[in-house]
């Protein structure tokens, strides 16, 4: 599969009308600390690289000045994954959050169909809580089973205005995965921030290596896999 960074894939995100922090990338520590400067001198600088554990390896980081998010910003970019150096940095407005959401819509290959993937806990780890993710079917044409969704949303304790606000996030999401013919679109976490809005922090997205070709608009020359830039 042809993977998108965390950057390119919330350009996505923010084309089909789901929310996302304001950010800078970032390919110079000089670069970080102008951008956190234009961000009120408060951010999270994260690399860019095709890994599930960057927090663990050093690759986030908060930051309360231009000065740290420059210092912070010279550490990561001397840093490698695997064979290849980090080369771009993520540089975003820190939020007040409340409470993280997990939202994946995935092909799954055994029923050869879309689904959905569905935590009110989410956050680091939550691919191996397989308890807490509900999965809801999603027709190819059609989109999510509303009723299914419905049902699942009832029974949380979601009020009906962030309800309402999911809803609408996964009919955003389905609506991007269709258009550049993605694989799996995961947002983890969509965060619900303390004035109620749902925000998405981080983005995962990967496209069919058979339908790259059709999107030059991503960018996306090779097939990105075993973590190659």
Do not use: W
């Not at 930051?63 to 980090?86: C, K, N, T």
């Not at 809801?136 to 205005?161: F, I, K, T």
């Not at 339908?211 to 990105?224: K, T």
Request: charge should be negative.
């Amino acid at each position: 599969m042809a993977r998108l960074h965390e950057h390119q894939g919330k350009a996505l995100l923010r084309e089909h009308g789901v929310a996302v922090p304001r950010g800078f990338v970032a390919r110079s520590p000089e670069e970080a600390r102008r951008a956190c400067a234009d961000l009120g001198g408060r951010a999270v600088v994260k690399m860019q690289a095709f890994t599930t554990s960057r927090k663990a390896q050093g690759g986030v980081a908060l930051v309360d000045s231009p000065e740290d998010a420059q210092r912070e910003a010279a550490r990561m970019l001397q840093m490698r994954v695997g064979a290849y150096p980090v080369e771009e940095l993520l540089v975003e407005e820190q939020l007040p959050i409340r409470r993280e959401l997990f939202v994946s819509l995935t092909v799954d290959d055994a029923a050869r169909a879309p689904v959905l993937l569905l935590s009110l806990a989410g956050g680091s780890g939550v691919e191996e809580r397989a308890q807490a993710v509900l999965r809801v079917p999603v027709h190819v044409e059609r989109g999510v089973d509303e009723q299914a969704l419905g049902r699942a949303l009832a029974e949380s304790d979601l009020d009906e205005a962030v309800a309402a606000q999911l809803r609408d996030v996964v009919g955003r999401l389905f609506a991007l995965a269709r258009s550049v013919e993605a694989r799996s679109v995961e947002i983890n976490p969509l965060a619900l921030l303390e004035n109620g809005q749902l925000v998405a922090l981080d983005c995962r997205l990967a496209v069919d290596d058979y339908a790259v070709f059709r999107h030059p608009e991503l960018g996306v020359e090779i097939a990105r896999e075993f973590d190659h830039p």
